[in-house]
């Protein structure tokens, strides 16, 4: 019996050690040096200081902003502590609500622009965190972008298209732009 218990307590500290400390440390490791931005969150920052994570959604509100994909988070958006979607199928009346409201909110925003609405614009992701949204959308907003800003529409939508992400491995998803980059890029613009 002692030997089996002996035995059994030597392979557990073992394998702790091996899973629970040496794994961890050699993976931290090796993501520090081979991937330094990506393990330290893919953070962006203005002034030598973080403001954000380029792979988590931030709220603009202002004119002068491209705005993000809305968010169904509790409490505020894109609140990294409640990600989650709303969970409204398409045959609830409080989705299309959402989505009325989310239009006139951009209609009302730039009632000069008669574009269609781009549906990324109107409709929460399911992680209601999205940093991305598609070109078209991002398109659609930069002449309020401009106006506010007092910039070109030409400028802002070159802006946007350096921004530009491609589809990942040239075929998976659609073309993006991160909207925190590029407000950051539209901000440094001013000064």
């Known amino acids: ?11 557990f500290l073992a394998l702790t050690l091996l899973t629970g400390v040496a794994y961890p440390l050699l993976v931290t490791g090796l993501g520090q040096a081979l991937f330094p931005a990506q393990a330290a969150g893919s953070l962006l ?15 603009f509100a202002e004119p002068r902003y491209v705005w993000s994909r809305p968010s169904a988070t509790a409490s505020m958006p894109n ?7 709303s969970n409204l199928g398409p045959s ?10 989310r239009v006139a909110a951009l209609r009302a925003a730039d009632p000069g ?9 109107v409709t929460a992701s399911a992680s209601g965190l999205d940093p991305e949204i598609s070109l078209a959308g991002a398109r659609y907003q930069a002449a309020r972008v401009a106006r506010a800003r007092g910039l070109s529409e030409a400028d802002v939508l070159a802006l946007i298209d350096r921004h530009a992400q491609g589809r990942w491995l040239g075929f998976l998803g659609e073309p993006r732009v991160n909207v925190l980059a590029l407000n950051l890029t539209l901000d440094a613009q001013q000064r």
């Open 1 to 11: 019996m002692k030997t089996t218990l002996r035995a059994s307590l030597v392979l």
């Open 45 to 59: 920052f203005r002034d030598g200081r973080p403001i954000g994570s380029a792979l988590i959604g931030q709220h």
């Open 79 to 85: 609140n990294a502590q409640a990600s989650g979607g």
């Open 92 to 101: 609830n009346p409080a989705l299309l609500q959402a989505v009325e409201a």
């Open 113 to 121: 622009n008669t574009s269609p609405i781009p549906v990324d614009l």
